[in-house]
């Protein structure tokens, strides 16, 4: 079941007078979810905001059908499902470390690898059935239910010019 879908959950203040449409482009082709994001799309090409990995979402004002509760979840599954085919751990790895960041741990930003190393060597995961983390790209299948969820989210009534 591939699809591309475009949502436009909303609007930004970009300018002191001017607030502009966000419009998420979500593409699931050859089992690789991929979400896109442009705040302010414009015909050139340009944009008046942000554009590629908007994320998270911080609206200044809801379109209609949509809901915060909505983009909460538009939030969460572009944070959870976002290329799930460029995993750099197996399924227990990266569950231990999506457990550490919803318990508060971070990465060291200048070693990102390095400090997700340690954290699954002190927790017996750095190796894992024969598997070292960051050595190759795992995928992880997306459940049928977000992709139901995805597909159920309002599509916009306009087409922005970069799609």
Known sequence: MEFSVILNPGKVQ?????KSNVFVKIT????RLSFVGVEGPRRSGNCAGGCGQIHP??????NAGWTQDMVDHLNH???RWHLNDMRAGDSAQ???IREAKHDGWKPNPRDDYHSTCLLLEQ???LEHNGYRYGTSWKTEEVPADVLEDIRSFPLTKTTPAWV
């Open 57 to 62: 979402l911080k609206l200044d004002e809801l």
């Open 14 to 18: 970009i300018y002191a007078s001017r």
């Open 123 to 125: 927790n017996g995961l």
């Open 77 to 79: 599954l572009w944070d």
């Open 94 to 96: 990266e569950s231990l």
């Open 28 to 31: 699931y082709k050859d089992g």
